[in-house]
């Protein structure tokens, strides 16, 4: 598990195993659009503060993962214990 942090409130959210970063901040009200939520279309990318990324997606190119600026909320996870989301 990790846990994801809004910026803007500085509230944390724990993701668990069996959860995606959208589906835990969608039960708390913050909403991210989605389409495919396989990692393919790049709808859902959110922009990252601060934290290292686990990237699961097939939009961004190497180049872009490595910045590990930006996520695809639908399936990617973290590396870091916290992940602060630009939103
Ligand atoms: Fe398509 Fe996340 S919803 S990449």
Do not use: W
Not at 10 to 36: D, M, Q, R
Not at 49 to 65: A, I, K, R, S, V
């Amino acid at each position: 598990a990790f846990k994801v942090q809004v910026n803007s409130t500085g509230e944390t959210y724990t993701v668990g195993e069996n959860e995606t970063i959208v589906e835990v901040l969608e039960a708390n009200g913050i909403e991210i659009p989605v389409s495919c939520e396989q990692g393919i279309c790049g709808t859902c990318i959110t922009r990252v503060l601060e934290g290292e990324p686990e990237h699961h997606d097939m939009f961004m190119t190497d180049d872009e993962h490595a910045k590990n600026d930006q996520i695809t909320a639908c399936c990617s996870r973290s590396k870091s214990d916290v992940l602060v989301l630009d939103l």
